[in-house]
C-alpha cells in the first residue's frame, strides 16, 4: 500500500509539473457540487505549488531561492541573503510538512523531500554553510526576521516530527534546540510575532527540553490582549488579514498540538476567541469564494482561508463545514487557476500576477510561500466534517434575498462587512490611523489600508496617476501635491450607515466627516466637508480592468442628474454627482491596476472654497453585471436630500417611500461664545496618553474593588485612548497576611485597570466639561468619568460623577457633605435597557457638564440627567466652605466589582473604554 501510494504521489507530481495553471484531475461534483474539490485535490495543490519551487532545485545542497522579481522586495543587499535562504526554506517547509505527514517517502524531481528539508536545517547549525544563523546572544535586543522564520519552522516540527524531527541525532536534536530557543527567549515585536517565540518554546518543552516559562505565558496573555471580539484582533495598529492567517491560525492551532495538554486555560481562550470567526469572516468572502485585496502582505493569498479547515479540529456544534469548505477551496482556486499568479514556476508577489504596488520591502520571492499556512488545514483528518461534508454556498443559497444588502458589524474592531447579493460581492469598511510621512512602515498609510471600502468584485487600483484616485478621496495640498487621506477615525455604526472622520495628515484643517450607506446595488456617500481651507478635492469610484478590450464609457440624464457610466464587458460602473460636485470624469490609466495594465476609473471634482463651507458631497457609486440594464429608479434612487438645521443631520428621501437620516458629531472642537478651549486630549497619539496632561492612581484604591490599577492597561490607539480591564493573577506587592486593610489581605491581584487623572496636572473652577466615549456595560464593570475637589477629604471636597455605570445603572451624581457627616448624594439613574441597551452601549456617546456659579448640570447626548443649584450642594457641617467653589480635577476609569461594579467573574476578557477625546471650555 505503502509503494502504491508513493508511486501515485510520483505519478501527480510529475503530471502537476507540466502544467502552467493548476486544473484539478477527477473533480468531484457530489461531494463539492461548486468547485469540485476534495481534500485529494487540496494535496494536488499544495504538490502543485512545492513541485514550482523545486524547479529551482537540482541537487540536495541547492537553497530555497528564486528569482528576484523586480521592484522594492529584498534582497536589496548582501547581507539579507541568509535570510532570504532562511525565508524560501522555513514557508515552503508549510507545504512539504503537511504532505509529509502522510507521505513519508515523497520525492519530487528526484528528490527526497523530508531529506532535503533535514539537510538544510542542519545547515542552519553549520558555521560553513552559508546559511548559518549565530545563535542569538545578548547583544541582540532586538527582534530580527530570523524569529520569524524559526518560529515556522516550529510549527512545521509540529506538524510533521516523525520526518523532520525524530530522525535527527541528539547532539543534532541539541543544537537545534540551542539555536531555535535562542531567538524564543528574547524580545519580539507587538503584534502577531509573539506567537513565533510561543511555538518555538512549546515545540522544545514538548521534547522534554527547559524552557522560560515566564517569558511563554506573558507572551500568550499579551497575544489574548490583542483580542477585540467578533473573531478579530488587532495586530497593532490596524485590522487586516493577520488576523486570520496569523491569530486566528496560532491560536487554535497552538492549542490542538500543545496548549490543550499544557496550558488549558490559554488554550480554551484563544478556542473561544476562535469560535466567533464563523459568525463573520465567511461573509468577508464573495459567493463564489473570492478573497478581498485588502491590507498588506497580498502575496500570501491563499492564507487567508486557514481558519475554515481548523474549523474542523474545534467542532462547534452548528458549522455549516460545507460553506466553509466552499469559500477556502474556491479561494484556492481563484489564484491557482490564474495565467499570472506563477512567474518562474513561483508565485509573484502581487495578488493575481506581479503587482509592485501592493509589495512590501519587507517581502522576498520566498515569502509568498506563507501562503503554504493554508495547507495546515491537511492536519484535519480526512474523515472530518470538514472534508466530508457536501459543499454549499451558506446563506446565500436562500437567506440572503435578491437584491438585498447585509451588512455585518463587528464592534471592538468596528469592522463592517457588507455583501451583495447582485452581484454575489463582497465588501469590507474599515479604519486606518497611520501617518506616512516620516515612517518607519510607510506602507501602512498605503492603498493596502487607505481605501473608503473594498470590495471582492473591484480590487483597488493604485495611487500612482497623479490627480487620479479610486475608491478614495484626494487633495491637492499647500505643495500642489495629490494627497490621498490616510487618517481615518471611525465614529459609529448606526441605522446601516457607517461612519468615520478623516483628516490630511498634511494639512489637519482639511477635514471630512464620512458616511457610507450600501445600497442593493452600490454606495450612498454622504460626505461633510468641515475644512477651514480651501482646496481641490477629488473622490474616485472602484476602477475596472481593460480585460475585454476597450472600456466603454457613455452619460445620461435621469430625473435631473448626470449619469457616467463605465463597462468592461463584466462589470459596469455608474457614478452620479447628487450634491456638491462640480464635473465627473472617466480616467484611463495604465499600470495601477491588479488584474489588467490599463484599467479606467470614474472621479468626481470640486474646488472647495471657504465660504461654501460645510459643503455636503451626496455620491452615487453603483454597479451591475455587465449586459444587465438599468431602470432610472436604480441609478437615480435618491429623491431629496436636506441638510437639517446647523447641518449635522442629513434627510435623505428615497423614491420608494423610505427615509433617512445621516446623523453627524458635531464638528470637533467646536466654538462656543460663553467659552474658549482650554484643555482638551484628542488621543491621536500611539502608545501611553500624554504625561503631561494625565497621570495614573496605583494599586488597589477605593470601594473595595476588585481590579489593580497601573499605567500599562491604558493606551492610546487609532485616535482613541482605550482604557483595558484584564483578569490576570499576580502577587498583590502590598500583601501583609493577617491585615485588616483590605487592599493588603489580598494575597493576589485578580484583575488589572487603569485610572488616569489630572490631580497636580491640570484642574479647573467652571465651565464646560465634554467626554465622547464607549463603555461597556457587561457584568461586573463599573466605568466613570469624574471629578474631585483639589481641597478637603471626600466628601467634603465635593464630588461630581458626570458619567458612571454599574449593574444595568447610568448614573449621574454629586456629591458633598451631609448633616450626618455622610456622603450626601443628588443623583439622577437612566436604565440602559431603556436607553437600548447593548445596541446602545455599542455606540460612542457624549457625556457633559455645565458648571458655573450658580448651577452643576450634566448631560448625556445633550439630554439633560441633573440640574443642581450650587447653593444645595454645600457642605452641611456649619462651615463655610463650600466644594463646588474650588478647583477640581478629572477622573477617568474603569473599575470592577467593589461595593457597586456586580460580579464579573462570569464576564469574558479583556473589556474596555474606549474615549474619543475630553475636553474643557472655561467661561470667557
Not at 510549527?155 to 535527527?168: M, N, R, T, Y
Not at 517565540?197 to 527540553?209: A, E, L, P
Not at 437612566?830 to 455645565?850: E, I, N, P, V
Amino acid at each position: 500500500m505503502r509503494t502504491y501510494l508513493f508511486l501515485l504521489f510520483s505519478f501527480i507530481v510529475q503530471h502537476l509539473s507540466a502544467q502552467t495553471v493548476f486544473n484539478l484531475q477527477n473533480p468531484d461534483y457530489n461531494r463539492s457540487p461548486h468547485t469540485g474539490m476534495t481534500r485529494q485535490h487540496w494535496k494536488d495543490a499544495a504538490l502543485y505549488l512545492l513541485d514550482g519551487a523545486f524547479h529551482h532545485i537540482s541537487k540536495l545542497e541547492d537553497p530555497m531561492v528564486f528569482p528576484k522579481q523586480a521592484g522594492k522586495s529584498y534582497p536589496r543587499e548582501a547581507a539579507q541573503h541568509v535570510t532570504e535562504k532562511l525565508e524560501g526554506l522555513s514557508r515552503t517547509l508549510f507545504f512539504a510538512a503537511s504532505l509529509l505527514k502522510e507521505e513519508p517517502e515523497l520525492r519530487i524531481r528526484n528528490i527526497n523531500i523530508a531529506e532535503y528539508y533535514r539537510y538544510h536545517l542542519l545547515g542552519l547549525l553549520n558555521p560553513s554553510s552559508e546559511a548559518y544563523i549565530k545563535p542569538r546572544t545578548k547583544e541582540i535586543n532586538w527582534p530580527t526576521q530570523t524569529l520569524v522564520e524559526l518560529g515556522a519552522i516550529s510549527v512545521s516540527l509540529f506538524a510533521a516530527p516523525e520526518q523532520l524531527w525524530d530522525p535527527l541525532t541528539k547532539p543534532q536534536q541539541d543544537a537545534l534546540a540551542n539555536l531555535m530557543l535562542s531567538y524564543a527567549d528574547g524580545p519580539t515585536v507587538a503584534s502577531n510575532w509573539k506567537f513565533f517565540n510561543i511555538f518555538i518554546f512549546s515545540f522544545f518543552k514538548s521534547r522534554g527540553y527547559s524552557i522560560n516559562e515566564n517569558l511563554m505565558e506573558e507572551y500568550l496573555q499579551k497575544s489574548l490582549d490583542h483580542y477585540r471580539g467578533y473573531g478579530w484582533y488587532n495586530d497593532a495598529p490596524a485590522y487586516d488579514y493577520y488576523s486570520m492567517w496569523a491569530f486566528q491560525m496560532y491560536g487554535p492551532l497552538w492549542a490542538h498540538l500543545f496548549g490543550n495538554q499544557y496550558y488549558p486555560v490559554y488554550a480554551q481562550q484563544f478556542i473561544n476567541n476562535f469560535k466567533d470567526v464563523q459568525d463573520n469572516y465567511p461573509y468577508l468572502f464573495s459567493r463564489d469564494g473570492k478573497m478581498i485585496l485588502w491590507g498588506r502582505s497580498m502575496s500570501y493569498r491563499l492564507g487567508s482561508v486557514i481558519p475554515f479547515p481548523l474549523m474542523g479540529l474545534v467542532q462547534e456544534p452548528g458549522t455549516n463545514y460545507g460553506w466553509m469548505r466552499r469559500i477556502a477551496s474556491g479561494v484556492l482556486l481563484q489564484f491557482l487557476q490564474h495565467p499570472d499568479f506563477l512567474e518562474d514556476h513561483v508565485p509573484t508577489l502581487g495578488f493575481y500576477g506581479a503587482f509592485e504596488p501592493a509589495v512590501q520591502p519587507y517581502s522576498c520571492r520566498g515569502s509568498a510561500y506563507w501562503m503554504g499556512k493554508a495547507f495546515l488545514g491537511l492536519l484535519v483528518p480526512a474523515d472530518n466534517p470538514f472534508w466530508t461534508s457536501i459543499e454549499n454556498e451558506g446563506p446565500w443559497e436562500k437567506e440572503l434575498k435578491s437584491q438585498q444588502v447585509v451588512n455585518k458589524f463587528q464592534p471592538g474592531s468596528n469592522i463592517l462587512i457588507t455583501d451583495y447579493t447582485g452581484i454575489g460581492a463582497s465588501e469590507i469598511r474599515s479604519w486606518c490611523h497611520v501617518k506616512a510621512i516620516n515612517a518607519r512602515e510607510p506602507f501602512r498609510a498605503s492603498e493596502n489600508y487607505n481605501r473608503l471600502s473594498y470590495n471582492s468584485a473591484f480590487p483597488w487600483q493604485a495611487d500612482s496617476v497623479s490627480g487620479v484616485v479610486a475608491m478614495n478621496y484626494i487633495v491637492k495640498n499647500a505643495r500642489q501635491q495629490w494627497e490621498p487621506f490616510r487618517l481615518f477615525r471611525f465614529k459609529k455604526f448606526e441605522e446601516e450607515v457607517y461612519y468615520r472622520d478623516v483628516v490630511l495628515e498634511t494639512d489637519s484643517s482639511i477635514r471630512m466627516q464620512l458616511a457610507d450607506m450600501p445600497l442593493p446595488n452600490g454606495i450612498l456617500r454622504v460626505d461633510r466637508n468641515l475644512s477651514t481651507t480651501a482646496a481641490e478635492i477629488r473622490l474616485g469610484h472602484y476602477a475596472l480592468p481593460a480585460i475585454n478590450g476597450k472600456i466603454k464609457n457613455s452619460t445620461r440624464r435621469i430625473h435631473g442628474f448626470e449619469v457616467k457610466i463605465i463597462d468592461n464587458g463584466n462589470y459596469q460602473l455608474a457614478m452620479i454627482p447628487l450634491s456638491g460636485w462640480d464635473s465627473i470624469t472617466a480616467v484611463d490609466t495604465r499600470n495601477v491596476h491588479p488584474e489588467a495594465k490599463e484599467s479606467t476609473v470614474l472621479n468626481a471634482r470640486n474646488y472647495f472654497r471657504l465660504k461654501q463651507s460645510p459643503v455636503i458631497y451626496a455620491t452615487l457609486l453603483l454597479w451591475k453585471k455587465s449586459g444587465e440594464d438599468w431602470t432610472p429608479d436604480e441609478l437615480i434612487p435618491v429623491e431629496s436630500i436636506k441638510a437639517e438645521e446647523k447641518g449635522s443631520n442629513i434627510r435623505i428621501r428615497f423614491r420608494n417611500g423610505l427615509e433617512k437620516i445621516i446623523r453627524f458629531e458635531p464638528a470637533p472642537p467646536p466654538v462656543y461664545k460663553k467659552y474658549e478651549l482650554v484643555w482638551s486630549d484628542e488621543f491621536n497619539t500611539t502608545g501611553f496618553p500624554d504625561s503631561t496632561k494625565w497621570g495614573y492612581e496605583y494599586g488597589f484604591v477605593r470601594n473595595n474593588e476588585l481590579q489593580w490599577y497601573q499605567p500599562e492597561n491604558a493606551r492610546c490607539e487609532n485616535g482613541l485612548l482605550v482604557i483595558e480591564a484584564n483578569r490576570e493573577t499576580k502577587p498583590n506587592p502590598n500583601y501583609e497576611e493577617g491585615s485588616n486593610d483590605w487592599r493588603k489581605n489580598r494575597k493576589e491581584i485578580n484583575y488589572t485597570s487603569s485610572c488616569l487623572i489630572t490631580k497636580a496636572k491640570a484642574d479647573w473652577l467652571y465651565g464646560r466639561f465634554e467626554m465622547r466615549a464607549r463603555i461597556d456595560i457587561s457584568a461586573g464593570l463599573w466605568p466613570a468619568w469624574w471629578t474631585l475637589g483639589i481641597s478637603k477629604p471626600w466628601p467634603a471636597n465635593g464630588e461630581i460623577d458626570i458619567m458612571e455605570y454599574y449593574k444595568g445603572k447610568l448614573l449621574a451624581n454629586i456629591a458633598c457633605l451631609g448633616a450626618d457627616k455622610k456622603p450626601e448624594w443628588f443623583s439622577s439613574i437612566r436604565l440602559t435597557d431603556s436607553l437600548g441597551g447593548k445596541k446602545w452601549a455599542a455606540q460612542f456617546h457624549t457625556w457633559r457638564m455645565d458648571w458655573d456659579e450658580k448651577n452643576i448640570t450634566l448631560y448625556v447626548d445633550n439630554q439633560q440627567l441633573i440640574k443642581a443649584p450650587l447653593l444645595l450642594l454645600k457642605n452641611k457641617d456649619g462651615f463655610e466652605f463650600h466644594p463646588f467653589k474650588q478647583p477640581h480635577y478629572m477622573l477617568l476609569n474603569l473599575a470592577l466589582g467593589g461595593m457597586n461594579g456586580g460580579d464579573p467573574s462570569g464576564t469574558s476578557f479583556p473589556r474596555r473604554m474606549e474615549v474619543d477625546y475630553v475636553r474643557v471650555w472655561k467661561l470667557k
